[in-house]
């Protein structure tokens, strides 16, 4: 069965630390997707990015770095020099090309990031 | 206009009550979905439709019901409203291309 496990609830750090957020994922598929997502105070949700089960490259973009371990089931996402507009709850999600594109969403880690 | 757009964005209702909460896109995608936000549970399917003709329970259907309209519209339906389905409210369109997903601004539901 396919599942998504955030095991950090909640992070606190302090503007300009690096945070990780972790993200370990099952599934029995080959061909699977996996996403991250924003969901700032106002509650709507910001796709960040998508990576698909073949390409294991990581990715950067600005402050944001994401590491794609197969070999460990983990979909890590790490911000650098975090900064107060950071603070928001983040989800990572699954999508398995044979379970027909459903997304199965982690429970989310809440970020916080003090000034 | 948004790709996809959420009414009401805000709703009290009273238990016991009907109530629909709509979803519309114009992204032109086939496939739909209704989620539900818990704090610390994430985001749970509730229904998902491939096309007009095709309707899927998700993993918490109990208590709902959905309709699509048309391809570009989907609704989710509290026949009667109990507190505990207090919650945020997505809907969200799929394509089949990119495995992209394109989600509302939620729908804030309470019910008292």
């Known amino acids: 069965a396919q599942k998504v496990t955030q095991a950090q609830t909640e992070i606190s750090v302090v503007e300009k630390e690096d945070v990780t957020l972790d993200c370990v994922y099952e599934?029995?598929?080959?061909?699977?997707?996996l996403f991250w997502y924003k969901q700032p105070p106002s509650g709507e949700l910001v796709f960040l990015i998508r990576r698909n089960s073949f390409d294991e490259q990581n990715e950067i973009s600005g402050r944001y770095s994401w590491n794609f371990q197969k070999s460990t089931s983990s979909f890590n996402f790490t911000i650098t020099a975090s900064q107060v507009v950071d603070s928001a709850v983040y989800f990572c999600?699954?999508?398995?090309?044979?379970?027909?594109?459903?997304?199965?969403f982690g429970q989310g880690t809440t970020l916080q990031v003090k000034p | 206009d948004a790709d996809v757009t959420q009414t009401p964005r805000n709703r009290i209702t009273k238990t016991g009550k009907r109530i629909m909460l709509e979803c519309s896109q114009t992204?032109?995608?086939?496939?739909m979905y209704w989620y539900r936000q818990d704090p610390g549970l994430g985001l749970r399917l509730i229904y998902y439709s491939f096309d007009v003709k095709d309707i899927n329970k998700g993993e918490i259907s109990d208590g709902y019901s959905v309709s699509r309209q048309a391809q570009a519209k989907f609704s989710l339906s509290l026949e009667s409203a109990i507190p505990n389905q207090t919650a945020l409210y997505f809907c969200?369109?799929?394509?089949?291309?990119?495995?992209?997903?394109?989600f509302g601004s939620g729908t804030r539901l309470t019910v008292v």
């Open positions: 969200a369109t799929g394509s089949d291309e990119n495995y992209g997903y394109t």
């Open positions: 992204k032109g995608h086939d496939r």
């Open positions: 999600a699954l999508s398995e090309r044979r379970n027909t594109g459903k997304l199965i």
């Open positions: 599934t029995r598929d080959t061909t699977y997707y």
